[in-house]
């Protein structure tokens, strides 16, 4: 069922994604060759609770971190663990959070020291194809035309998009109708209309879009091992257009 979120919803929204952004942005600041990705969870856990929020990942389907940390072929789902970040990764950042009984979920891959310059090429169109997506979201368009757009930026760019993974509805529940496909037909879909929260996800690999699942039922990474990269902002469709509720601010603390 989809829900239409009125007015003081949004602001309670709107606060969670603030929090999220600021969690986010620690994160991405504590990104270095040599830290592993269960410091990296440790930091999530503090930066959520030290902002009265709950880590909406512990345990959510079972999850047993806080954090989802994604490195070069890992394409979404990677548990935090022993695993040390090398220079020259590009490490995915999937982290939701719950304030108020409301959620926000976002994430973004950051580069590990030095990245060549096709990992950073990677990053910045799988950002763009977020944007573009994101510019889709308006009263009256279709879910069609957000995936379209993301499809279009990032097949044009050379790299493709993955299909068994998907953006989706969000409020109460992370994961809420509808889904939002990071492909598609302009004009079709779901008509758009204002008070529609989503999440939208594009992710992008570096090669074929074909993936599997390791054995921990979790860590899904490329059929091939080539790279993957993944940018998410919790947005709200408003009157005027799209509301980013989880932009990463400048600084945080």
Known sequence: MITLKRPEELALMREAGRRLAEVLAVLAAAVRPGITTADLDRVANREIRRRESFPGFLGYDGFPKHLCVSVQEEVVHGIPGRRPLRDGDLVSLDCGLIYKGWWADAGLTVACGDVDAEGQRLIQVTREALRVGIEEARPGRRLGDIGAAVQRHVEENGFSI????????????????????????????????????????????????????????????????????????????????????????????
Not at 202 to 215: C, D, F, L, S
């Open 162 to 253: 993955v299909r068994g993974y998907t953006g989706h509805g969000i409020g109460r529940d992370m994961h809420e109708d509808p889904e939002v496909p990071n492909f598609g037909t302009p004009g079709k879909g779901l008509e758009i209309r204002p008070g529609l929260c989503l999440a939208i996800e594009p992710i992008v690999n570096e090669g074929t879009p074909a993936t599997r699942v390791q054995p921990d039922q979790w860590t899904v990474v490329t059929a091939d091992g080539r790279r993957s990269c993944y940018f998410e902002h919790t947005v709200a469709v408003t009157a005027e257009g799209p509301e980013v509720l989880t932009a990463v601010p400048v600084a945080a603390g």
